[in-house]
């Protein structure tokens, strides 16, 4: 079944572009407009280990929330399973813009599955991408590597991708991100 109403806004991009970042400035920004909801993903992972409020599931628990259709989009990454609540449908159906951090890799299906789909693709130089994992201090050197062979991840061609690069303040990307969110409603 396809969703054919509000507008479902993927926010995708290379570990370390700033995506965590931009979002909460924009959630911050958006606080108190019911058109714009930001999802809270379900993560394999402690609560607030990423730096973000995700709601943490045992690996048991996600593969039979999966099982029960609680996700309207899931993917496994960096060796923890990822999933956007089906909740999302409600908003959707409800005429709102609904934002959800995500891998590349869902897009494909998301876009067989929503008809308001719209891709942000937060990027930033490697070498900025590196500086900036590295100051997070949450992984080793050879984690790194591997987050970085991955920002070379190919996003699928659509006239629904916007690209936004985050190599200045903080505040430019959240203002351009919250401009391109605007837009759409």
């Excluded at 509000?6 to 370390?16: A, Q, Y």
């Excluded at 931009?22 to 379900?42: C, E, K, P, W, Y």
Aim: proline share 3%.
């Amino acid at each position: 079944m396809r969703i054919d109403r509000g507008t479902l806004v993927l926010v995708v991009g290379p570990s370390g572009a700033g995506k965590d970042s931009v979002l909460n400035g924009a959630r911050a920004v958006l606080a108190g407009d019911s058109r714009f909801i930001f999802v809270q993903r379900t993560i394999t992972r402690e609560a607030g280990a990423g730096g973000e409020d995700n709601a943490e599931v045992t690996p048991e628990a996600f593969a039979a929330a999966k099982a029960a259709g609680a996700f309207a989009l899931s993917w496994r990454a960096h060796e923890l399973d990822y999933g956007i609540p089906a909740t999302i449908e409600d908003d959707l159906r409800a005429q709102r813009c609904v934002i959800a951090n995500v891998s590349r890799s869902v897009i494909v299906p998301a876009r067989e599955r929503y008809t308001g789909l719209r891709v942000v693709n937060i990027t930033a130089p490697v070498a900025v991408l590196a500086q900036r994992i590295a100051q997070r201090g949450r992984e080793d050197a050879a984690t790194i590597e591997k987050r970085l062979a991955r920002a070379a991840y190919a996003l699928p061609a659509g006239d629904d991708i916007v690209h936004l690069e985050n190599t200045g303040t903080v505040q430019a990307a959240v203002d351009r991100f919250t401009t391109v969110l605007r837009d759409l409603i």
